[in-house]
């Protein structure tokens, strides 16, 4: 990180004596003498007073090998801070949440292989949206537990551990007429707006926002974007439903799940990147194990 010349230099400035320098450094008294001469002609700075024997430095040179000193120590506490960081990285998991990757129940997971995964750290790292809890895995994430298809695992290269099937239900506010029907049909959506995420997703979701606009045309269609409590304030207002699942619906105090008549369902698992680090692959290990 600093000139090796410039480092010699250092050393025979904190001894004062050549001869210590030049064993401290492993080299001939000679070799460094040299090095010394090397920089003044390379420079233009003229280092050490006339009599060079006695390693006198000039005001020039005390300059240089104090500001020198100071840089190499601070070269050196830089590398020590990047090391520390990286070992502290190494002991810390960062599970990726969001409202469609839930963290509780990885984070549960987890901690019940405690002893399999000994000091291993786990830290939550939340985002707003789903696609940007994927787009920051590996830089900011390093795990999540979320819904997915074939289609997904594609797009964002990922591996999959299934942990089970959710079927997608139907979300409504506390006090909506239907809180009490023990399980929706389809035309009880009739008159109403279901919102639906946005296209491209999940396959559950394309599927059922199809064969609503096929089928069902009674019903309006809201295509949204992100989860939030914005969201959930409309869906309340509005008397509206909500097409999600129940690990979703979890986040949403104010909204009741219901179970729906159909057979729209997609996967729950863990996900990682394909190419994951050796730490995220031995988690994965052990979570199988479950």
């Given at each position: 990180m600093y000139d090796k010349d410039i480092e010699a230099l250092c050393i025979l400035y904190e001894k004062k004596d050549y001869k210590a320098a030049a064993h401290a450094l492993g080299m001939k008294e000679t070799t460094l003498k040299s090095r010394v001469t090397a920089l003044e002609e390379k420079y233009g700075v003229r280092i050490l007073s006339v009599e060079k024997d006695d390693a006198i430095f000039t005001n020039a040179g005390k300059s240089l090998a104090q500001d020198a000193l100071f840089m190499i120590r601070y070269s050196n506490s830089a590398i020590q801070k990047a090391q520390r960081i990286e070992a502290e990285e190494n002991l810390s998991l960062k599970v990726g949440t969001s409202y469609m990757a839930p963290g509780r129940e990885l984070v549960s997971a987890l901690e019940k292989r405690r002893k399999d995964l000994g000091s291993l750290m786990f830290h939550p790292v939340h985002f707003f949206s789903m696609e940007e809890t994927l787009k920051h895995l590996e830089s900011h994430v390093d795990i999540l537990a979320s819904f997915y298809d074939e289609r997904l695992l594609k797009k964002y290269s990922l591996s999959a551990l299934e942990m089970r099937k959710e079927r997608l239900m139907l979300a409504i506010a506390e006090d909506d007429e239907l809180k009490a029907v023990p399980m929706l049909d389809i035309e009880d959506l009739y008159g109403r707006r279901v919102y639906i995420y946005k296209k491209g997703y999940l396959k559950a979701f394309d599927q059922l926002r199809a064969d609503i606009m096929e089928y069902h045309k009674q019903i309006e269609i809201i295509t949204f974007d992100r989860y939030s409590a914005?969201?959930?304030?409309?869906?309340?207002?509005?008397?509206?439903?909500?097409?999600?699942?129940?690990?979703i619906a979890e986040s949403m105090p104010s909204l009741s799940l219901k179970p729906v008549l159909w057979n729209y369902s997609t996967a729950f698992g863990i996900l990682s990147k394909k190419d994951a680090s050796d730490k995220v692959r031995k988690v994965i290990e052990i979570l199988k194990k479950e």
């Open positions: 914005e969201l959930e304030k409309e869906i309340e207002e509005k008397k509206a439903f909500l097409a999600t699942f129940k690990s």
